[in-house]
């Protein structure tokens, strides 16, 4: 199911109430896009389809990456009770950092590293390399919290441009 916020004002197929730009959806049937209010909108499959109605995935350079607010908001929706994180190491002379966290929830405990160097940061956030290591291993740790295979945006090297 292909679903998406619609662009323009519209009518619901179903109650017919009269819904603004922004304020329903649309979904892509077999007959083409048929736009819903909110109450109406119909729930998707899977977490991709999730991911995707919410414009939690982003495409870059022809593939998919997972957006960190996607991860946390299906984490919470999933029974997400703690994230923990320590900094195993850090260089600051070499702006090296190495964070380990700790994701437990009803789905069980799942444990992701996450490392930031000069190599793999991009100039606007490679002072802030520390957070960036932890911003990666709590990414990492939400995706196999819910099951996600796909890379988090978050977790690819600084210089990633956008192709759509």
């Known amino acids: 199911m292909i679903l998406a916020r619609n662009k323009k004002a519209m009518s619901c197929a179903i109650c017919r109430k ?3 730009p922004g304020e329903g959806w649309a979904w892509k049937s077999e007959v083409g896009w048929v736009p819903v209010c909110e109450e109406h909108k119909p729930e998707p499959k899977n977490l991709l389809e999730q991911l995707r109605a919410n414009n939690d995935i982003v495409k870059l350079q022809g593939k998919e990456f997972v957006l960190f607010s996607g991860l946390l908001s299906i984490a919470h929706n999933n029974g997400l009770e703690s994230l923990e994180t320590t ?3 850090v260089d600051w002379e070499k702006q090296r950092a190495l964070t380990k966290c700790v994701a437990k929830g009803v789905r069980g405990t799942f444990t992701a590293y996450g490392d930031a160097t000069p190599e793999n940061t991009s100039k606007m956030v490679r002072s802030a390399f520390v957070r960036m290591s932890e911003t990666r ?3 990492r740790s939400l995706r196999f919290y819910n099951g996600i295979g796909m ?4 977790e690819l090297p600084g210089k990633v441009s956008n192709e759509d």
Request: net charge negative.
């Open 87 to 89: 900094l195993e190491h």
């Open 137 to 139: 291993a709590i990414a």
């Open 18 to 20: 009269d819904v603004g």
């Open 151 to 154: 890379t988090a945006r978050d």
